[in-house]
């Protein structure tokens, strides 16, 4: 928004005007980015500590604290006066998040049942994309609020915050959470209530308390055990999966995608517009993913996803490396081509939000063994937010300096990935948590590391 530059960010404003500035470094100034950046920082140490305070508190509590730190953050960036309360409330939101995404993926995975297990962890990331929707057709029309509609678009960040404190004070913790913290009783009320009054949940109970049992047993060092040669699979998932998710390029497109359009010729509104259609279609293929993820199974997600997300960001190189700036420094992109370029992010937005969007909260969250599910969950969540960090903070630089091949590069990343996944990650579609070990065993490659032990069903707190 203009608005917004011009308070904060006046240099941007009068460069972005210059007649000469060259059209890919129209926005490359590093005391901006870190305005996105410092979220994704102060979410990375926030996940680490909610992997600690969950094992004592529980789930639910996790995320009422999440909540309120997102709220306090969104009321001190919509009230801003300077450059430090912005990015103070940024990094208030970003505590918020860490606290939340290490909580809310393992919840669902804890409490759905296993033959739909996919399609509810899928929804965590169904309500990621409705709130960049929500937020960017927000920003649309507070762009046309002039000098204070920033602070309208900032502000309403305390609608999903007070959504998430109300939302969890209703809602009972899990009953994994519950057992590990010694109470039973209420752990086999909670899975009860999640299960329905006439269900019978014997069994399924016996297999909780097994699996909390082992942890328990297992209690001290999960950070340390993770580095065991019987745990050398979950280390590498941990890593490659936040690791790749962040180099499918879609988190900083998503972030920057307004910036993008912007880049190739877009006034204010029609590049927050672009940024809606995109938004939708995303949200389209995600909520389309959740129908087909328990059916289709996790591999083939990938797999299909990770070959149509290559595609098309080879196209979107080719278009700008042929249309855009080619003749002289300042020159925008051709109409045709700039919208030929929307209708490819919308392709290569759909795939995404088909495979990797979902897929990187439900599997991470899925393949842990509970006496390191909290160190892995939060492992996962720290390496994705310090490379969110990294790659926000750099992103409008390498676009500056790399040009059009900055998709190229992306693309390289997505090959790679999807090689990996299809030799290294097993199927895990409808494999109840408990029994996740056998599904390592009988891999080709990871069985020689895998133990599969049985315990029994009973559970010591003294």
Known sequence: MESFLKKFFPEVLIGKQGAKRDAYCRYDNQLLTAFTSSLYIAGTLSSLVASRVTRKVGRQNIMLAGGALFLAGSALNAGAVNIAMLIIGRMLLGFGIGFTAQAAPLYLAETAPARWRGAFTGAYDVFLVVGALVANTANYFTDRIPVWGWRVSLGLAAVPATVIVVGALFVPDTPSSLVLRCQTDKARASLQRIRGAEADVDAEFKDIVRAVEEARRNDEGAFRRVCGKGYRHYLLMMVAIPTFFDLTGMLVVAVFLP???????????????????????????VIASIFVIDRAGRKFLFLAGGTLMMISQVAVSWIMAEHLGKHHAAATMARGYAFGLLALMCLYTASFGMSWGPLKWVVPSEIYPV???SAGQATTISIALTLSFAQTQVFISLLCAMKYAIFLFYAGWVLAMTVFIALLLPETKGVPLEAMRSVWAKHWYWKRFVKDNKLDAQVNCL
């Open 371 to 373: 006496e390191i599910r």
């Open 259 to 285: 910036v993008l359009f912007r880049t190739v010729g877009f006034n204010s509104q029609k590049a927050i517009l672009g940024s809606i259609i995109v938004n939708l279609v995303n949200l389209c293929s």
